[in-house]
């Protein structure tokens, strides 16, 4: 990603988000300031956004009835940071219900029994219904496909400054439970696991854990697919 790519998507967020007055009153810092971060700006600054010319959101080649998927617009290396994984942030309690409703779809673990993100909601909570509009300069990695066979990516995260110190405390033999993370402070993404070439389907390996939580419809179009 370009430095004037990254300056857009700075301007973007800015526009989308709360006023820099609010933001230090709830405790929250700015893309600016992420991008900053020594522990996490390096990764973010690599993370594609819809509309930025490297990844694209199309129709799955898995057929109609798995949607749209993400696809690469340019060529990624083995490890390589792809886009983010970004949703409205929800409590572990919250997301157990939503569970319990069938309404499991696209919720990903961000802090184990703390927070979750639900991919089908912006950050608002508002529900997604036109991505393609609605998801310009966002990460679309809750669009990512699974299959297990031919997963070409996974799931993974970076904690910025606030979180890697708390997380370096517990190194050195401090108890700090996973309330004490801050969920803004921890980017969860998708990575590269080989080189993906340009005009691939994106695809990651859900895991066990997300399926159990699905209807059996799900599952049996789930086992389908492998």
Known sequence: MSVE?????VRRRRRRSRSPGDRRRRGERSMAEQLADPDCGAVIAQLEVLGGGSVE????TLGAAAGLGVFAARDFAADE?????EGELVEYAEARRRRARDEASHLRKHIP??????????ADGTRITRPAVELRGAG??????HSRAAANAVFD??????NARLLRAIDR??????SELDPRERVSYIRAARAIRAGEEVFVDYGDDY???QRPLARATELARR
């Open 140 to 145: 679309i990695g809750a669009f990512c496909n």
């Open 5 to 9: 790519d990254l300056s857009g998507l």
């Open 211 to 213: 399926w159990a939580g």
């Open 81 to 85: 940071p792809i886009t983010r994984y």
């Open 113 to 122: 029994l703390t927070w979750t993100i639900d991919g089908t909601r912006l």
């Open 173 to 178: 033999g401090r108890v700090v439970g996973a």
């Open 57 to 60: 959101l199309r129709n799955s």
């Open 157 to 162: 995260f970076v904690d910025c400054a606030p």
